[in-house]
């Protein structure tokens, strides 16, 4: 029996800003962004779109009818919570009209937690094998204006259904995990920004990656050449390729050329996105499979999942045969066709202009989903 990953999309808010323009307001060298960290673009979100704006427009278009009866289980992975007390993903269950006797919850840890819910899911789905559990990824990632990490926020989320029989990528049984108490990336309650260590956070991830990669490499008897493609989480696209070529030392130029190419690939969307912390893996997992038309049936693709502070994880997937029909490039398309470039006048306020949820207010904002109101600190959706 296998249990992977059946259906899966994502959602970007409807703003960006372009890199050049953000280089020259800010005095620095445009190489800078679009080369030294590998981004063109950032998404920008208004205040009247939250994780949960971003994670229901993920998934609306993955489910079904029959999904919404056969999902018992909803995982929101996020470390940019609403609540301190009440998951995101019971008001998730209600907007998009998943069955009643459901559980849901998030999970948190740093950008990892979206591989710890797809875990959580396979053990599930394993058990339960008639029944889907969706697992959604969503972030908002902000450092401040003009700070060191303003070039690489950004926005959005990713919906995975996982189930028996997935029409896209089955699981293999190969995990490797490892935990660091490191603070490399952290945000104190009560903190609007997280704290960097910017150094050590680069170093710890590529050491992560490293010591993931050997012991995959010992404990499941693999080699590079048994991979079709890695895919990294990318915070900023440069970082993912800085670990990779850490291990790409003794491959042939051939082999090199074709695995960082399929990197490229893989960072297409993200190139355009930023970072969107839980679900920056997995954007690049779509960007890889609808911008590669050669990877190969049952190929695998090896992913690295990354949470400062830290937990990594380095895990595998099989393609399925005709996986390319359900997956949903012109609607991702369609996504990026469809934004507002901003101005940085106008990003900057959109920036600043934040939701004052104990004030009493109604919004027009058209983007499903989106925060209709504020009532007594509650947050109302459009539906």
Known sequence: MNVGIDKLSFFIPPYYIDMTELAHARGVDPAKFHIGIGQ???????????????????????????????IDM??????????????SAVVLHRLLGIQPFARSFEIKEACYGATAGLQFAKDHVSLHPNKKVLVIA????????????????????????????????AFENDNIMLTQDI???????????????????????IQSFQKVWK??????????????????????????????????????????????TRYEQSTIYSRKTGNMYTG???LGLISLLENNENLPTNGRVGLFSYGSGSVAEFFSMRLVEGYQQYLLPNVHKNLFDQRTKLSIDEY?????????INADNEFDDPTPYSIAKTIHTIRHYHE
């Open 280 to 282: 920056s893996l997995y």
């Open 348 to 356: 900057e306020h959109m920036f600043s202009d934040q939701l004052n």
């Open 138 to 169: 969503t972030d908002i990632a902000k450092y401040g204006l003009a700070s060191g990490g303003e070039p690489t926020q950004g926005a959005g989320a990713v919906a995975m259904l996982v189930s028996v029989e997935p029409k896209i990528l």
């Open 74 to 87: 909803m995982i929101v992975a996020t470390e940019s919570g609403i609540d301190e007390s009440k998951a």
């Open 215 to 260: 012991e995959n490499i010992q404990k499941n008897h693999t080699s590079l050449s048994d991979y079709a493609a890695l895919v990294f989480h990318i915070p900023y696209t440069k970082m993912g390729k800085k670990a990779f070529n850490s291990i790409l030392e003794d491959v042939s130029e051939s082999e090199k050329k074709r695995f960082l």
């Open 40 to 70: 063109d673009q950032m998404a920008v979100s208004p205040k009247t779109q939250d994780i949960v704006t971003f994670a229901a427009n993920a998934a609306q278009h993955i489910l079904n009818a029959d999904d919404l009866a056969q």
């Open 183 to 205: 603070y490399d990336f952290w945000r104190p309650v009560g903190y609007n920004f997280p704290l960097v260590d910017g150094q050590l956070s680069n170093e710890t991830y």
